[in-house]
């Protein structure tokens, strides 16, 4: 069974550009999360999604993220403009919406921004 | 005040021996407790998880819950080299899908 997938991998772009990082859920996971990860910050929960309706967005830097999940199987996440201090490992994950909420993440992007 | 606390370590256990990883939370409607792996470079990886007191034993692995004392801790039987790297453990609060991480244990596992 596929897991989850992110794309691209690998991001490096220049100050002030825009960046979308890309997720496609497991199939049948009806809840999705954001996380970005830093050696400063570690693992920090951005966003999260059930049943493409965002439930908690108190994550979220500023206002230059955003997160859409137009459809069960697709979400992506913006920044605009991007800044040096966002370059991270972007994560996103995805879980059933029962009581135990077993999240599984996919490999990440690597965001870099000059 | 971080919710969920772990040494960053490193902790260092010969091949062979048993590795012990702790992490205690604040939180106490915490019900649900995750243990990540994480190697260098790669995403965190789901190994254990547990929701009631005592132990939850598979393969090498055996993760323990004390609600009472807010622990819960992760033993790795018979550690192997391959075993290094960050263990993250996890709290989510009941009825919420959120989990709230620790900073993680690097464990190195020597031949």
């Known amino acids: ?114 | 005040q971080k919710e969920v606390e772990q040494n960053s370590g490193p902790l260092s256990v010969p091949e062979g021996a048993i590795a012990s990883l702790n992490c205690t939370y604040s939180d106490r409607g915490s019900q649900s407790f995750f243990w990540y792996r994480q190697y260098s470079g790669k995403s965190p990886e789901l190994i254990m998880s547990i929701y009631s007191n005592g132990d939850k034993e598979d393969g090498r692995f055996t993760a323990q819950l004390n609600k009472a004392s807010q622990y819960v801790s992760l033993l790795i039987r018979d550690s192997q080299p391959s075993d290094s790297a960050t263990y993250l453990c996890a709290s989510s609060l009941t009825g919420f899908q959120k989990l709230v991480f620790g900073t993680g244990t690097r464990l190195l596992v020597s031949p």
């Open chain 1, 1 to 114: 069974d596929a897991g989850v997938i992110q794309s691209p991998r690998h991001e490096v772009t220049e100050m002030g550009q825009e960046v979308t990082l890309r997720c496609k859920p497991i199939s049948g996971h009806n809840s999705l999360f954001w996380y970005r990860q830093t050696m400063m910050r570690g693992l920090e929960l951005l966003i999260y999604f059930n049943n493409n309706v965002p439930i908690d967005d108190s994550g979220m830097p500023e206002d230059r993220f955003s997160a859409k999940m137009p459809n069960a199987s697709f979400s992506t996440l913006k920044i605009q403009p991007s800044e040096p201090r966002d370059s991270a490992v972007y994560f996103c994950a995805s879980s059933t919406s029962g009581s135990h909420n077993e999240q599984f993440f996919g490999p990440g992007t690597r965001l870099t921004v000059l």
